[in-house]
């Protein structure tokens, strides 16, 4: 009976032995995988900002400046360069969406040129030619920038922390 119990727990101690084994080369094998932030692609993050874009051009022709403004991350980090003027803050990157955006009287067209996403794990760079056709009254006004929006994953989805605007030159044939 006593040879039982020793062959018993000798079997238990060995499969305890085992299973720790196992554990630890599984903990190894998800250790030992490494994300290459710089040429890995994150398709998911990709296709999330995109429908992010999406919804702020929805914003932006439903005239919904509250949600335009949502879309942004502001803090004392927010940054934005717009046509070779100093940089600004959180203040007035707001004021300014909110007068220009609050002011369009119609929406003729808001597309985007060769956008780029471009995803580094919760940071993303978002870059296109803008051709925007924005009417303010009987005033139509012809947006052609080349356009930089960095977001960062938060808790409450894709938010813009920096943009830089700066106007797209004409390429003469």
């Not at 403004?69 to 300014?96: D, L, M």
């Not at 007068?99 to 794990?121: L, P, Q, R, S």
Request: hydrophobic content about 40%.
């Amino acid at each position: 009976m006593k040879s039982k119990m020793t062959c018993a727990l000798i079997l238990i101690l060995l499969s305890i032995g085992c299973k720790q084994q196992e554990e630890e080369k599984a903990i190894v094998a998800v250790e030992d995988v490494k994300i290459d932030l710089i040429n890995d692609t994150f398709p998911e993050a990709e296709k999330e900002i995109k429908q992010t874009w999406e919804a702020i051009v929805q914003s932006v022709k439903n005239g919904d400046m509250d949600k335009l403004i949502a879309f942004h991350a502001y803090s004392p980090k927010f940054t934005e360069f717009k046509n070779g003027a100093p940089r600004n803050g959180s203040v007035a990157n707001e004021e300014f969406e909110r007068n220009t955006f609050g002011a369009i009287t119609e929406v003729v067209k808001f597309e985007t040129n060769d956008m780029k996403v471009a995803v580094y794990g919760d940071v993303a760079n978002v870059t296109f030619h803008s051709d925007f056709h924005l009417k303010f009254g009987e005033n139509l006004v012809v947006v052609n920038d080349q356009i930089s929006l960095l977001f960062v994953d938060t808790a409450s989805g894709w938010k813009i922390v920096s943009e830089h605007h700066s106007p797209l030159k004409k390429v003469e044939n």
